[in-house]
């Protein structure tokens, strides 16, 4: 199929069922269009009513390669409009805690969901060896940006705690990629297993990604204080976004935390210092126009996906078994070094168990699985991954603004108890 008819065709059904989602549904849009584009494929599955409807979706799946669309084309557009508006302030105050749940509350949900899904593997008589399970703690352990961002937007969490699970979004995605390429060299034979190796590949990637990000960011900046013309300067951010991003994949660095650096310059500089009122406008019109796009084709390719996953019943039920697995895995990833951090600086009430369920995968991390060596247990780990995500995103997206409300209505409740105590008068 030829790219412009496969474009043509993800925009058209983005369209439609935006359309359908705003006009009967109404739900957060990235869930709407995912969950319209599901049920489509589950219906021509089960009840196919024209053949050729599911051969066409089928073929336009297959000639779309999911891993290069997201990871090497929509993923550093996202990164880099997710990145413009937040407030670097912010993540400098909460820097400590996002650096922990970025890099080493991955490892620990790594290891903690390897171990697992290897028993549950075992358990489900299916053969994946533990280095494979390794590689699916990597993939699904990080929360997707993409997926968080998108629907953070309505969720109504305090501020403290949307910066944190923001910033750690927007940097574990990079941390969680180099350790997946590591494990997937010594699972092909391609790396010696090593640690010093494996943390020697993490620097080398993250800390080039951030210095790439700041050189590629300080120059557009240079070049936006030399100009006034809003499509120029619109211009320069969408060549950062791309040019950046190929540049970091070319010398094999983190692409993702390039972007997400160079994006955080942009936003806070370059938006606040060098830029008219009017360009400012045109830019942040441009790359919400550009975020809501991407993110909707996007959802909409996860529903259809299911079409041509070979969802059998063993994989079926690892995928429903590893969700509890991963979201414990979450809870004490994060739980643990908050839990040590507290000595040291205050939490709201209910952080670890918000920051665990505010946890989504998405595209991401089916990305990553579609990117595993063919054969059977890269069938089980796709399946078991797309299972995991469509709850993410459906049920844990769907409930988190509830989940933030009543934790909130708790939290001031409790305040409101602490402050009646200390104004009520002593009897003795």
Not at 82 to 88: C, F, N, P, R
Not at 161 to 187: M, P, R
Not at 280 to 298: G, K, P, T
Request: charged share 15%; hydrophobic share 55%; glycine share 10%.
């Amino acid at each position: 199929m030829h790219p412009f008819d496969i474009l043509a065709i993800l925009l058209s059904l983005a369209a439609a069922f935006s359309w359908i989602n705003h006009r009967f549904i109404r739900l957060p849009t990235s869930i709407g269009l995912m969950l319209i584009a599901l049920l489509l494929s589950l219906g021509l599955l089960i009840a196919p009513l024209d053949s050729e409807w599911q051969t066409a979706l089928k073929q336009l799946l297959e000639d779309v390669d999911f891993e290069d669309t997201v990871l090497h084309g929509m993923l550093g557009f996202l990164l880099f409009a997710g990145a413009l508006h937040v407030d670097l302030h912010d993540l400098a105050r909460h820097k400590g805690v996002i650096a922990t749940l970025a890099s080493a509350s991955v490892v620990v949900a790594t290891l903690l969901i390897g171990v697992g899904g290897w028993l549950l593997f075992r358990l489900l008589g299916l053969d994946v060896p533990f280095i494979y399970c390794l590689l699916f703690g990597a993939l699904i352990s990080p929360t997707d940006p993409i997926a968080v961002l998108g629907i953070l937007k309505n969720a109504g969490a305090p501020e403290s705690l949307n910066t944190k699970i923001t910033g750690e979004s927007l940097f574990n995605d990079g941390v969680a990629v180099v350790l997946f390429l590591t494990l997937i060299g010594i699972a092909t034979g391609e790396r010696e297993p090593s640690l010093f190796g494996a943390l020697g590949m993490l620097g080398y990637e993250v800390i080039g990604g951030a210095l790439l990000g700041i050189l590629s960011g300080g120059l557009v900046l240079l070049m936006l204080s030399r100009v006034d013309d809003y499509q120029v300067e619109i211009l320069l951010t969408l060549a950062l976004a791309t040019g950046g991003y190929a540049l970091a994949e070319q010398w094999h660095l983190s692409a993702p935390i390039a972007i997400v650096v160079a994006g955080l310059m942009i936003g806070n500089h370059g938006r606040r210092h060098l830029m008219s009122d009017k360009t400012r406008q045109h830019l942040d019109d441009f790359w919400e126009l550009v975020d809501e796009i991407l993110n909707a084709v996007l959802f909409v390719l996860i529903g259809l996906e299911v079409l041509v996953l070979e969802l059998s019943g063993g994989p079926l039920l690892a995928g429903m078994l590893a969700i509890p697995l991963v979201l414990v895995a979450r809870a004490l990833s994060v739980g643990l070094p908050i839990g040590l951090m507290r000595r040291m600086r205050d939490f709201a009430p209910g952080t670890v168990t918000l920051l665990t369920w505010a946890g989504l995968r998405g595209g991401i991390s089916i990305a990553l699985a579609l990117s595993l060596p063919d054969g059977e247990t890269r069938d089980i780990l796709v399946s078991v991954t797309y299972v995991v995500v469509v709850f993410s995103i459906l049920v844990q997206g769907l409930t988190l603004g509830p989940l933030v409300r009543i934790i909130g209505q708790r939290a001031d409740r409790e305040l409101s108890d602490v402050a009646g105590r200390s104004e009520s008068p002593s009897h003795n």
